[in-house]
């Protein structure tokens, strides 16, 4: 709830701080969309999973739009990608364990269905019109594993990914 309204409030401060990233998306109490996200789709699988328990309670539905709304507004790619899986599986669980009949499994993956479309339309909005839009990203992921191999035991250190990076970055970068 902070996250939405702050949000939507326009606000440039995390709390009582200025903010010095992600300014444009949703992050709430987190400086990372990512983490926000994650953090989001979890309770909005909390939400699902306490509304197939008691299908009428208001508190659940009232929570997992919030939740959905928000984690939406993330425009995080991996969010919404581990959200929806955590979905599918919540809702596989809930179907074999008897909690959820046919009707209300195809009702629920419709539903799931139409929520990732407006996320991915957010998120899909974010990829085209993004800084690293035109890049290859194969080659940034290649180049990222090989700076990850070249030392796999005791990495580069916290917070030294450009320094790390800079030095296996393809030219064509």
Do not use: K
């Not at 299908?55 to 425009?75: E, Y």
């Not at 796999?152 to 916290?158: E, M």
Request: hydrophobic share 55%; with cysteine; aromatic share 8%.
């Amino acid at each position: 709830l902070y996250g939405l309204i702050a949000h939507f409030a326009g606000t440039s401060s995390l709390l009582w701080w200025d903010r010095w990233a992600y300014r444009d998306v949703l992050t709430a109490t987190f400086v990372n969309r990512n983490a926000a996200a994650s953090f989001l789709a979890l309770g909005l699988l909390c939400a699902i999973a306490c509304m197939a328990w008691r299908p009428r309670s208001a508190g659940a539905m009232v929570a997992a739009l919030l939740c959905g709304l928000a984690l939406m507004l993330t425009q995080s790619r991996a969010g919404v990608a581990v959200g929806g899986a955590g979905f599918g599986v919540l809702l596989f669980l809930l179907w074999r364990g008897g909690r959820m009949t046919g009707r209300r499994l195809a009702g629920a993956v419709v539903a799931g269905l139409v929520a990732l479309a407006l996320a991915g339309s957010g998120v899909g909005e974010r990829l085209l019109h993004s800084e690293v839009a035109h890049l290859d990203r194969p080659a940034i992921h290649a180049a990222t594993l090989s700076a990850s191999l070249e030392r796999p035991w005791s990495g580069h250190g916290l917070g030294s990914f450009n320094i790390a990076f800079a030095a296996h970055r393809p030219a064509t970068l």
